[in-house]
């Protein structure tokens, strides 16, 4: 094997691919939509989450409505004295958006009431509702027995956590849940990755046998050179992108905390006095928690790198083995099942990282690229068990590079008929 020649193949398919105007763009508008998502999680947190509606209440237990107008006075409004038709005739009509008949049942056994509405307002109107029907039954039962303001006081109060993270260094702020769901978004990236661009390389090898280019080059190159630098060309361009991508994101990172504070100031500027005081309490340096730790960044990228190894060198061998990409669906089953696995069990990662399946799963070679990451980032892992993934990982490889290489040998040169999988058994023996 020469690996003078595995450099040119190499480096033919990283220029190709790089100098498309697709690469381009796509590693350009990955960071600018990432910002954009941003722009829309602020928007939508600081926007009305709702529409007001009006709901008319008909107190027949004459202990609820001034609690609930009290409560907001916006949405309900005291229908006492209006027969039940009369309301259904202004709900259908759009004069009034619901009503709630209330009784004494509801105070005294829990007996849930009925909204009676036109339809909109959708899950947050109806829980909000809720909420408040709730909380007027609450304090209406509190008050008829009599209960002291102390004890009010205990019933209402809500004991917090404050949790901090215990390191060599001393006690540092904890961020489990930003640290949780970056494991989450890393093991998606690597998930859609290796689909992406074992998919890319996949169709790559396709396009060039159905050409004839492929009896060209094998003249020449050897397959398992071929496949080599093919797969380390793709694998070369993505790490590219997760590159510029990585640093786009550290730069960001760094400018988040001066930037917040910046808009932070021209709000308070126009906030009333006692909002700007309740504000100025807060602490710009919280946001440094939303700043990954770089060992993140190297693990992800070798876990995608080891993940990537695997499942391409058996998306470049159904490639070589199948003239076009419908019959290619037949093998995809092969890579898809373990990394869709992965895939679903990297929620339950996520919530419970010590956990035994959570352990299996990641160091189990086929489902560890995506699941150790989620892992690393959310929790402390033990090095062993870093190790350890890794090496079965790299076994993992070079038996499955092993395989796919005899059935790439045999492959790349088979023309017109639908390859099974007893072909490909057979090409595994001839190789």
Known sequence: MSFHKIWLVLKREYLTRVKTKSFILVTALVPLGFIAFIGIMVYVNIADAEVEKQIGILDNANALVERLVEANETRYFDVQNTP?????????????????ILTDSVISHSKSPTLVHGGSGGLSFISAVRSDIREAV???????????DEVRDIFESRTGLEAVRLTEEGEEQDNTLFASAIGFI?????????????ALLMRGVIEEKTNRVLEVIASSVKPIELMFGKLFGILSMALTQFGIWILFYTGLSIAAAPVAGMIMQAQMSNMPEEATEAASTFDASVLENIVIEPYIFIYFILFFLLGFLIYSALFAAIGAAVDNEQDSQQFMPIVGLPI??????????????????????????LTSPINMISRIASTSVPIWQIVVSILLMILSFLGIMWLAAKIYRVGILMYGKKPTFKDLAKWVKQG
């Open 84 to 100: 039940e038709d009369t309301l259904r005739s202004q709900v259908l009509g759009g004069e009034l958006d619901g009503y709630i």
């Open 138 to 148: 609450r304090e209406e039962r509190l008050t008829r027995e009599n209960v002291s």
């Open 186 to 198: 890393l093991g998606l990236m690597i998930f859609f990755g290796i689909f992406f661009y074992g």
């Open 340 to 365: 869709f696995i992965a895939y679903f069990l990297n929620t339950r990662v996520m919530q419970a990282p010590d956990s035994s399946l959570s352990t299996f799963v990641s160091i189990f070679p």
